[in-house]
Nanobody, 114 residues
Framework: QVQFVESGGGLVQPGGSLRLSCAAT????????MGWYRQAPGKQRELVAS???????NYADSVKGRFTISRDNAKTTIYLQMNSLKPEDTAVYYC????????WGQGTLVTVSS
């Protein structure tokens, strides 16, 4: 059974930075592409960044150049470095496989506001 525990969210001013972490349990991490997703109030969940087992990455146009996804396979953890944050980045952020097929974790709330 796979479980994800996201952390690192919080309140940040526009232009600020945050680093999210997602600790994964279960053997799937050793072979799965992983992704960070977000869901803003009243909107559908969307994939913002993904990373393959060997480190190839893809980003949504809305975050390209500002967000960086990485993974530590030994620690079964993925990260999302978020820079130049905008109010429209406000959302609950989740990690999952990419495409998603495992159960969702609780997510971590990111609020960008002055």
């Amino acid at each position: 059974q796979v479980q994800f525990v996201e952390s690192g969210g919080g309140l940040v001013q526009p232009g600020g930075s945050l680093r999210l972490s997602c600790a994964a349990t279960g053997s799937i991490f050793s072979f799965a592409a992983m992704g960070w997703y977000r869901q803003a109030p009243g909107k559908q969940r969307e994939l913002v960044a993904s990373i393959t087992l060997h480190g190839s990455t893809n980003y949504a146009d809305s975050v390209k150049g500002r967000f960086t996804i990485s993974r530590d396979n030994a620690k079964t953890t993925i990260y999302l470095q978020m820079n130049s944050l905008k109010p429209e980045d406000t959302a609950v952020y989740y990690c999952n496989t990419a495409p998603s097929w495992a159960a969702w974790g609780q997510g971590t709330l990111v609020t960008v506001s002055s």
